[in-house]
């Protein structure tokens, strides 16, 4: 079954870098568009990056745009979200997502993480 | 960007109830409507996609409608286990896709 793990989250100081992982497994890794979409503490949830299943095409939410870079590594099957210049708002659980239908990149998200908590404060 | 109001932000039904919960979009999204369930400390997930189409394993219980701008979700017969937090969706053409507020459904 599909599966997709995410790690790296933690505590981490305004303007310094975190860089999430999402391992998948049980899905041809290299067919699918995945997206991180985040959920501040007891708020609703805010798409945050997307990459198509080739990894050709990325598009990111105004608000990390310049400070976020999704990339994939499909040796690996993983998922990476590299944040920059992390600001408090930027606290809140990262979860990773797979689009629904194979090689498109729609804003399905079918299968989901369990999700990793990123704290940004002093 | 797409603006999706949804409501209402919480509701507080009986066992056997129907339940509806609304959305709109800020601009015309054809059927591009997707609707998520959250339980409490787990991930979102996806219970019907493009307006109508149940997920497979979703119970029949849960339905959707319409398009353009005014979608409406519907439980037929709440059940203690769908105690959770319901977020509308857009999905239409490009990015950002943008989640309506959410609605807490209580029993």
């Known amino acids: 079954q599909v599966q997709l793990v995410e790690s790296g989250g933690g505590v981490v100081q305004p303007g310094r870098s975190l860089r999430l992982s999402c391992a998948a497994s049980?899905?041809?890794?290299?067919?699918?568009?995945l997206h991180w979409v985040r959920q501040a503490p007891g708020k609703g949830l805010e798409w945050v990056a997307a990459m198509s299943y080739d990894g050709i095409n990325k598009y990111y939410a105004d608000s990390v745009k310049g400070r976020f870079t999704m990339s994939r590594d499909f040796s690996k099957k993983t998922l990476f979200l590299q944040m920059n210049s992390l600001r408090p708002e930027d606290t809140a659980v990262y979860y990773c997502?797979?689009?629904?239908?194979?090689?498109?990149?729609?804003?399905?998200?079918?299968?989901w993480g369990q999700g990793t908590l990123v704290t940004v404060s002093s | 960007d797409i603006q999706m109001t949804q409501s209402p932000s919480s509701l507080s039904a009986s066992v056997g109830d129907r339940v509806t919960i609304t959305c709109q979009a800020s601009q015309d999204i054809s059927n591009y409507l997707n609707w998520y369930q959250q339980k409490p400390g787990n991930a979102p997930k996806l219970l019907i996609y493009?307006?109508?189409h149940l997920e497979t394993g979703v119970p029949s219980r849960f339905s959707g409608s319409g398009s353009g701008t005014d979608f409406t979700f519907t439980i037929s017969s709440l059940q203690p286990e769908d105690v959770a937090t319901y977020f509308c969706q857009h999905s239409d053409n490009l990015p950002p896709w943008t989640f309506g507020q959410g609605t807490k459904v209580e029993i």
């Open positions: 049980g899905f041809t890794f290299s067919s699918y568009a």
């Open positions: 997502a797979r689009e629904k239908i194979i090689a498109t990149l729609k804003g399905r998200f079918d299968s």
């Open positions: 493009d307006t109508s």
